[in-house]
Each structure stands twice: as C-alpha cells, then as structure tokens.
C-alpha cells in the first residue's frame, strides 16, 4: 500500500476500520506478507497523530531474544526513545528501571517473576499519559511467542491497542481488520507509482500476468518493481516508464516469502515448481517420478498450495499460479534445468514400463534431451493427434515428434507439420528456436537426403542450380519445366502474382507448387528442409522484429530456393521498400508444399480485391494483411510481439478505438527491435489521435519523437494541419500543407499524400474566402499529373467535390472508392452540400469495406440545427457522449455515472441511432450535440 496526493492508494475502508475500532479493545490488521500492514498501521499512526492522539511504536524485530516471549525489551526501547512526546507522570523513570530490572531471560524463568513483570509494566503505561490515553502500535505483533501477553498491560491500563500478524490471534484480539487483494485498478496505480513515471500498458500487462494472484499484493508488486529496475529491465524513455526486453521473464525477488515456504523442501520442491510451471502442469501420477524415493514431495506440494504458489485442478493437475516465482527458480536452476529433469524422468519411465501417453508427455517436454530414437517418433505423432486443437502440449510433441523421426522425407514432413502448426499458433518465438535448433542440427540433411535417392544430388543441384535448355527462371533459381508444362503450370498463381505487378519469374515462382518439375520428389526433399526453415526464419524474424541469426542465414543460404525465400526479409530489415508481390513470391510457394494449395479452379486470392489493401499495407510496414492473404486461414496476429502491437495499432485506428490505438503505440514503444517506419508511423498516428481528443501537449510530445525528415512527410503534415485547425489556425494549415507538397514533391509517402489534400480541401470548404479552395485543388491537380494512378484522380475528384461542395464530383469519388476498394480515402461533407442521409451511410459502408479509417458527419437538414440536435438529448445521454469523446469504455462510463453496463449500451444504441452512426468514433466525431465538427481523413 501507497500514498498518493489527496490518501491512499486503495485500503481507505480498512483504515477507517482502524480509526474507528481503536478504543473498543486490542485490534488487529491481518492479512498474508506483503499486504501492506506496515504502511496501513503507518497511515494511522499520521492520522492519529493529526488529530493530537499520542502514539507509541513498538516495531517487534525478527531477531529478538527468544527468551522474551512478551516483547518488553522493545517496548521499554520505544518509551525510552519517544519519551519527550508524552505528558508523562513524574514516576515513569522510576517504573521503566521496574520493568528493565525484571525483564531478564531468568525473571521469565520463574512464574513469580513474570507475574511481577506484567504487574510493572500495566504500571509503566499507567505513567506513561497523564493526560490523555495512547495508542500503542506493535507491528509483527505474531513474532513474539505469547502476543496476548504483549497486549494486556496496555489495555488494562486504559490505552488502545493496533497490532498486526499475519493471521487473527484468537480473543486477545477480539476486533480483526483483514486486508484482502488490492483492487485490479489500486494495483495499476501503485504499478504507475513505483515505475516513476507513466507506465506503458505493455509494462503494467506483463508486471500482472507475472504476479498472477500477487498482483493485488503491495509487497510484491514494490519489490517486483524494485527488482526489474535492478536489474536494469526497467526504464524510462520519453517520459514513459516501460521494460527494457519484454521478452526477458520476470522474476519475483529472492527475499519474497514465497521462497521460504519452498526453502525447507529443497531439491524436490524446485522440481515440482518447474514441473508445474510447463504449459500443461504437472499431472498427479508423474508426481512420483519428479522426486527420489522418501521425498518429501507430498509435503512440499501441500505446503506450495496452501501458500497460494500452487494449485490443483479437477483432473489433478498442479499448476503454477505465479509465473514470476517460477521463473525465479527457473533462473536459479540454469539453463535447461526442465529439459533435463524430464530426460531423468524418461529413462525411469523406460526402466518400469509406463503407459504410453505418460512417457508421450515426458518425452515432448524432454525434447532433444533425450538421445534420438525414430521408434518414439510415431508415439508422439499418435499422442499429439489425441490432443485438443488447442492444446499447450501439442507443440512440444510435434517438436518432439521431428526431432525423433529418421533422416529423409518423413523427418521434413514433420518440419513442415510442426511450422504450420506454429503458424496456427502465432508462437513466433518457439519458431525462432526450433529454426535455430533444426538448421545445427541438420546442417547436413540435404546431402543425407540427396545421397539416399540415386543421382538425386545430380537432379537437385540441376533443377536449382544448373542452366539447362528452356528454364524458368524463379527468383535466383531455375527449374527445368517444358515449355507445356510451365504453361499448365502457371494457372492461378500466375494471374495472382501479375495482378499485384509481379515480374514473370515471380509469377512462375507463385504457381511453383503445381508446376511440372524435371526432378523426382525425393531428390527435392534435399532443398525443401532448408525452404520451408527459411520460410519459418522469416515468420519469425518479421514477427519478433529480429533479422534471422547470421549462423541461421549462412546454412539455409546454401539453397538456391532458401536465398529467395529470406530475400523479403533482408529487405524489410535493411529498410528497404517490400512489395506484396515479393512476399507472395517468395514464401507462396513453399507454404503450398506444406500441404496448403490454393482452392482449385481459382487463386487464392483476387489482385482486384487485395491488391491495393495490401500495397497499402506495405507501404506502411504493415506486414499482417500479406501474410494472412499469403497463408490463409491457418495464420493468426500473435498476441505480442512488435509487428502485432503495430498491426492493432492501425487497425484500433482504422475502427476508431482511440484509447486502444494509444495503448497499442505505447506498447509498439516498449520493443526496442522495432521498424523505424512503423514506428514513425504509429507515432503520427498517436499525434493526430491526441489532437483531436484535445490533449495539447500530449500530441505535440508525440509529433516532436517523429524524425525531422523522416519517411512519411505528407502524413505529418497531416497531422500540423490537424493540430493547427484545433488551434484555430487555418491560415498556418493551408501553409503547412503547402510547404510539404513543396518540400517532397516525389514522395513516397502516398496514403499522406491523399489524406492531406482531403484535409486541406475540408479546411477550405469551411471558410469564406475561395482562395485556399483554389490553390488546394491546384495542389491535387499538380499531384495527379506527377503520380497519375487511379489513387491520385480518386483524390482530385473528392478534393474538387469539397472545395466546391460540388455533389457530382463528391460522387465521382465515391464510386472510385468502390470500384478500388483499397485505401482510407474518407468522405468529408462540407456545410453547404445537401446530400441525403443514406447516401452518407452508403458512402461510409462502402469506404469502411476498403479500410476507411473515419468518416465525417454530415450537417443535419436545414430543419435541424446543431442546437435542435442539442435539446433532443437527454441530460444522461450528454453525459455518455462527453465521456465517449474522452475515449472511456463502457466499464469506465458506468463506473462514473453509477449505473450499469448493460444501460450504458441501452444509451450508446440510442445515441448511435441519432447520430447515424454505427462506431464509437463515428458518434465521437459527430456533431451531435454541438455544433457539426467534421473530421479530415
């Protein structure tokens, strides 16, 4: 527990509880270690001390005399310490030497003799205040051997008593205040507190998920805190306290009290820490291979749940409730502890014959530990299929499964397996290892391979690296197809790959999975084991934000095939521009020799409807898009990782979620492997979200992170023209937009382009003067000429149509938006254009179907005036829609209004239905009840 400006950080009812009980007897603040005992008895030490209550504290020290089993020693210290903060009797002196001459460990040694030391020291407090009672405050008041004893004198003497233990003391101290769990929301302020500074959502998420159910408790999470900043994983960057390497575990300090529970027990309760720490416990009936013989396993279980570090489930499963105490143990084991207690687990398992789903488990968890044997590789295949689709365990026994299978076709079966099923998973960092893993291992599989299929070697070598008679080129490699053959071959794949603007090698490359090969199958399997782990390097690599390992790129570049399949990687961390194309090229292929063709008779999927998403997506660095377009179904967005916190942070952005978008950009800040441009990017995003919730400064820090020349120079300009019509500044918009266009005439940086003239060209529509209108479309004019693309003249015609509040052209650029489907081309109404209220919600439904990130409102009929619009609301009904405009939640809104949830979205429907909108943004940004606030692109 904590203070803050104005109280505490959360306990304000238990510390009423304290105040209030304070002279109806002894009372006691229980709660486990850690709970903030301390700091509440502190609290109303200074609370009773305001009002003029004289106080005594009697910290009890853990290393005490064990002979005095009442604490005199330490209360005759506190007297003699605090003595001029008492209106004490004249006689005090002379009952402090009373109580020091019997308090000896031979006066506790005789019945007689303590009966006096109580009588004299029920004397010393009768002395201690003439003039008004005292409360005395033992802290750890459980660390004597008789406590009730500690507290009779004093209350006999008329004073109050607050005590604290970590459980209740029986009817000595008949008035118990327990201290539960901190509230979720307490436990992210103290978070907030200890870090210093603002704390990154990333930060505050990983700090909880590691305490697990001590994230209510105050000791933990200060001594958590304290530990990772020791430790050098905890800093502060632009204002922002966050975690150095999210990917680092976090571990709980080794002076926390749950490592004294696990001390007595040794080696045998550090096992069954780890063992219950895996991502399927530990069931009961491997229990007993986890600890030698007459092991105290049984007691160290029972002792690790009843402290709360354990739990049981139905099935009889233990678990491991905080993963940052079993990460502790983990670190003080070493590495590969789990790996190998699980080998020791399998060779007595082998010694006693087990039942096959129980060795299946140890041999999965034990992974390469356990020397290869090809006779548990079809084991492991028959106990992953009996898992759940969902199930933690499945990875470990595909990878258990590969690692067991024979060198040749079935082992690089297996890898595919296990790669697609990681795929499924979106477990990028167990496919970083697994590559890392397979490529040492196997640095010699192709020529196994090769040598196993007569003139194999000959036919791979050939078909990947020689030049013969007609080849095809695929990237850097050559296949030799006939003519006919690459013709049938081509089918979809080939209008997928020209329909994005693939070169016809690329085209070649995407139908590479259904062309006709002048190799055997088996002599391919030489080249494939190293194009599907490329193909696995570069997952890994874009979604974890680390370029593949040199060692890594060195071994699977020894294949043609391989080298194409990483290039899009190497480009992306060089910084370079990746088109869609590059990537279907390269990674398609492989992905459909993993058992993946597209549907038959069509492509995967239509260049019409992908490809202007997708090279939007590029454009930005968003990966994401292309990669699910790429691998279909069987791909999923991790839940971390940088690509993933940038994917929600354009597409939060895109659906209007503003407190999700600024949530996602501070967790993109928490990783430091980062893309630049994404993180320009996201920062500008931040900015313009800032700005137009009115958060000044906020928005101005944001912008002043993002490089001077950075990469995207329109869509900055974007969001100074944003900022300055907040600021009421139109003149230094237009100006703003001007120089940018000036400044980068030949940009890159197309999608700000777009939405800057779609600004400016609002800001114009919104003044008298026609000028700013005029030189605006002479800006798209000017732009259309150098770029001439659909993109361009969709954006003239939306700029002309809202300069002019020309309805026709508006029109025009509508049906151009349609028709694409591709970018965040927003519609803007302008003031003077009448258009019909369907029309709008038309023209919004089919601009969010091409990923529109907003659309403005449209100003009501000349009927209804913004001040109509007003009056129709209800005062509740105001008040929700100033909270949505500040970016609360529903929880957060019920919480400040006092009533339900499911009242809240009563009210937001209504709303919803008045403004003509169906997002949160859309009813943010609308002008019901004010005046109308259109917002630019």
């Known amino acids: 527990m904590t203070r803050r400006r104005g109280g505490l950080v959360g306990r304000r009812a238990e510390l009423d509880a304290v105040l209030e009980a304070g002279g109806a007897g002894p009372v006691l603040v229980s709660g486990p270690a850690g709970s903030g005992k301390t700091a509440l008895l502190r609290e109303a030490r200074r609370v009773l001390a305001a009002r003029g209550t004289p106080v005594l504290d009697v910290p009890v020290p853990a290393d005490g005399p064990a002979w005095d089993r009442f604490g005199f020693r330490a209360v005759l210290g506190a007297v003699r310490e605090q003595y001029e903060c008492f209106d004490a009797d004249p006689r005090l002196p002379d009952a402090l030497d009373e109580v020091s001459r019997l308090c000896t460990e031979d006066g506790y040694a005789d019945p007689w003799t303590r009966f006096c030391l109580l009588h004299a020291m029920s004397t010393l407090f009768t002395r201690l205040s003439a003039t008004a009672p005292v409360t005395v405050v033992f802290d750890d008041v459980d660390r004597l051997d008789e406590p009730a004893l500690a507290a009779a004198p004093v209350h006999r003497a008329g004073h109050a008593v607050l005590a604290s233990a970590t459980a209740p003391l029986g009817p000595a101290f008949p008035r118990v205040v327990e201290l539960g769990p901190l509230l979720p929301d307490e436990a992210a302020s103290l978070v907030r507190r200890q870090g210093k500074a603002p704390v990154t959502p990333a930060a505050e998420t990983a700090v909880r998920q590691a305490l697990g159910p001590l994230w209510g408790n105050p000791g933990a999470v200060v001594s958590t805190i304290a530990g990772l900043r020791e430790r050098g994983q905890w800093e502060t960057v632009d204002g922002f306290a966050r975690l150095t390497g999210p990917a680092r575990p976090i571990t709980l300090p080794a002076a926390h009290p749950a490592f004294a529970v696990l001390a007595p027990f040794g080696e045998v309760g550090r096992r069954i820490v780890l063992l219950a720490s895996e991502p399927g416990g530990l069931a009961a009936e491997d229990l007993r291979y986890a600890a030698a013989p007459g092991a105290r396993a049984g007691q160290a279980v029972d002792a690790l749940v009843a402290a709360g570090l354990l739990e049981c489930d139905p099935a009889g499963t233990l678990r491991c409730r905080v993963p940052a105490f079993a990460a502790a143990v983990a670190e003080a084991a070493g590495s590969g502890a789990r790996q190998r207690l699980h080998r020791e687990i399998v060779a007595r398992l082998l010694e006693t014959g087990p039942r096959e789903d129980v060795l299946a488990r140890q041999l999965a968890a034990a992974g390469p530990a356990v020397p290869r044997r090809p006779e548990f590789a079809e084991l492991l295949r028959t106990a992953a299929s009996a898992l759940s689709p969902g199930s933690p365990l499945r990875t470990g026994h595909l990878r258990a499964a590969w690692w067991h299978t024979a060198s040749g076709a079935g082992r690089i079966a297996r890898q595919a397996e296990l790669v697609r099923h990681l795929v499924r998973e979106a477990d990028y960092p167990a496919m970083a290892e697994f590559v890392a893993e397979a490529v040492q291992d196997g640095s010699d599989e192709g020529e196994r391979v090769a040598g196993a299929v007569p003139g194999g070697g000959e036919q791979v070598r050939g078909g990947f690296e020689g030049a013969h008679d007609g080849p095809v080129a695929v990237g850097r490699a050559a296949f030799a197809l006939e003519p006919e ?99 279907v090229a390269a990674l398609l292929p492989v992905w459909q020799r993993f058992g993946v063709p597209a549907p038959p008779g069509r492509a995967a999927w239509s260049g019409r409807r992908h490809g202007a998403p997708l090279a939007d997506a590029c454009a930005v660095r968003d990966l994401v898009p292309v990669l699910a377009a790429v691998l279909g179904e069987d791909y999923r967005v991790p839940a971390a990782g940088p690509l993933a916190a940038y994917h929600r942070v354009r597409t939060a952005y895109a659906e209007g979620r503003w407190t999700e978008t600024l949530a996602a950009v501070e967790e993109l800040e928490s990783y430091q492997a980062v893309d630049e441009l994404a993180r320009e990017h996201a920062r500008l995003l931040a900015a313009e979200v800032c700005g137009w919730r009115g958060e000044t400064a906020r928005a101005a820090g944001w912008l002043a992170r993002v490089p001077e020349h950075g990469h995207f120079p329109h869509l900055k300009a974007w969001v100074q023209a944003g900022l300055c019509h907040h600021a009421q500044e139109p003149e230094q918009a237009f ?19 777009s939405r800057l003239l779609l600004r400016l060209a609002w800001l114009a529509g919104r003044v008298e003067d026609t000028g700013p209108a005029r030189v605006v479309v002479g800006v798209a004019e000017n732009y259309h000429e150098n770029r001439n693309s659909a993109r361009s003249f969709g954006v003239l015609a939306a700029v002309r149509g809202l300069a002019a509040g020309d309805e026709t052209e508006i029109r025009t650029a509508e049906r151009l938006v349609r028709r694409r489907g591709d970018h965040e081309l927003v519609l803007l109404s302008e003031p003077a254009v009448r258009r019909p209220r369907g029309w709008l919600r038309e023209a919004y439904e089919n601009t969010r179907a091409g990923g529109a990130a907003r659309t403005a409102r449209e100003p009501e009929p000349a009927t209804a005036t913004a001040t109509g619009r007003a009056a129709a609301l209800s005062v509740t009904e105001r008040e929700i829609l100033q909270l949505i405009r500040t970016g609360q ?12 949830e499911k009242t809240v979205e009563k009210h937001l429907s209504r709303l919803f239905a008045k403004a003509g909108c169906r997002t949160r943004y859309g009813l943010a940004t609308s002008g019901l009840g004010r005046h109308p606030d259109a917002i630019g692109a």
């Open 485 to 583: 053959a690459a013709q049938d071959g081509l089918g979809d794949g080939e209008q997928v790959a020209r329909a994005l603007g693939a070169p016809a090698s690329r085209a070649v490359a995407v139908a590479v999975g259904r062309a006709a090969f002048a190799v055997e199958p088996e002599a391919e399997a030489a080249q494939d084991w190293r194009a599907g782990l490329a193909l696995a390097a570069v997952l890994a690599a874009v979604h974890t934000g680390q370029p593949v390992a040199a060692g890594v790129r060195a071994e699977l570049g020894r294949s043609g095939a391989a080298r194409e399949v990483l290039l899009p990687a190497d480009r992306w961390f060089a910084g370079e521009r990746v088109e869609p194309a590059d990537v």
């Open 735 to 753: 100006e703003v937009g001007r120089r940018a266009f000036r400044a980068h005439p030949f940009s890159r940086d197309e999608l700000g382009a």
């Open 889 to 900: 939640t529903n929880r957060q809104i019920a919480r400040t209004i006092r009533m339900s």
